[in-house]
C-alpha cells in the first residue's frame, strides 16, 4: 500500500499569500496518477488537480499541481478567502487507492 | 449535470448493518465506477474500495473484506455500499464519489452520517 505523507500539517496564511502543500509517498506514484481535494467544513471535497497537474473543471488558475514520483506539491498563488480550508492528496495508480491525511490552510 | 444523492443518516447498534445509497444522474452510469470513502468526525478521508458500475466488479480495502458489500443497480442508475458488523469506530460520514479512472474522484455526493451507538 502507498502511504502519503503531506506536510505541514496546518499552514498559516493571510489572504493574498502563497501556499505551498506537499504529499511525499512512499513508493512512485503510478502514470503520476495523483490528485488533489479541497474540503471545507460540512461539505464533500471537490477535486482540484488530477494527473498531478491538470485542473479539474472550474478550477481557477491560482491552483497549480506540480511533481512526479514521489514528490508532489499543490501551490495556491494568492490566497482568496475562499481558499481556506483542508485538502488531500490521493493516488490511484495502484490498489488501494490512499489519501494523505491532509493539510489545513488557515487564516493567519 | 452530474448529481450523486445519497439517502439520509442512520443510527445503528453495534454489530447491526447499513446500507447507504447513491443514485446517481446526468451521465451514463455504466461509463464509470463508483468509490466509496468515509471520514470518521474530525478525521480525515479514508479509502473503502469501488466498484464498477459497467460489470459490478469490486476492490475492497483489506481491512473492510468480509464485512463491506458494493453493488449497484443498472435499472435505476443506483450503487450501494452496506456494511455489516457494525462497530462504534464505524460512525463516519459516508462519501460516495464517480470514479474518472485517469482523473481520480470528480463528482462526489452530498455524505451520509451513520451513527452506531448503543
Known amino acids: 500500500e502507498i502511504v502519503l505523507t503531506q506536510s505541514p500539517g496546518t499552514l498559516s496564511l493571510s489572504p493574498g499569500e502563497r501556499a505551498t502543500l506537499s504529499c511525499r509517498a512512499s513508493q512512485s506514484v503510478s502514470s503520476s496518477y495523483l490528485a488533489w481535494y479541497q474540503q471545507k467544513p460540512g461539505q464533500a471535497p471537490r477535486l482540484l488537480i488530477y494527473g498531478a497537474s491538470s485542473r479539474a473543471t472550474g478550477i481557477p488558475d491560482r491552483f497549480s499541481g506540480s511533481g512526479s514520483g514521489t514528490d508532489f506539491t499543490l501551490t495556491i498563488n494568492r490566497l482568496e478567502p475562499e481558499d481556506f480550508a483542508v485538502y488531500y492528496c490521493?493516488?490511484?495508480?495502484?490498489?488501494?487507492?490512499?489519501f494523505g491525511q491532509g493539510t489545513k490552510v488557515e487564516i493567519k | 449535470q452530474v448529481q450523486l444523492v445519497q439517502s439520509g443518516a442512520e443510527v445503528k447498534k453495534p454489530g447491526a448493518s447499513v446500507k447507504v445509497s447513491c443514485k446517481a444522474s446526468?451521465?451514463?452510469?455504466?461509463?464509470?465506477?463508483i468509490s466509496w470513502v468515509r471520514q470518521a468526525p474530525g478525521q480525515g478521508l479514508e479509502y473503502m474500495g469501488w466498484?464498477?458500475?459497467?460489470?459490478?466488479?469490486?476492490n475492497y480495502v483489506q481491512k473492510l473484506q468480509g464485512r463491506v458489500t458494493m453493488t449497484t443497480d443498472t435499472s435505476t442508475s443506483t450503487a450501494y455500499m452496506e456494511l455489516r458488523s457494525l462497530k462504534s469506530d464505524d460512525t463516519a460520514v459516508y462519501y460516495c464519489?464517480?470514479?474518472?479512472?485517469?482523473?481520480?474522484?470528480?463528482?462526489w455526493g452530498q455524505g451520509t452520517l451513520v451513527t452506531v451507538s448503543s
Open positions: 446526468g451521465y451514463t452510469f455504466t461509463s464509470h465506477g
Open positions: 464519489a464517480r470514479v474518472a479512472y485517469t482523473s481520480g474522484f470528480d463528482y
Open positions: 490521493q493516488q490511484y495508480g495502484s490498489s488501494p487507492w490512499t
Open positions: 466498484i464498477s458500475a459497467y460489470n459490478g466488479n469490486t
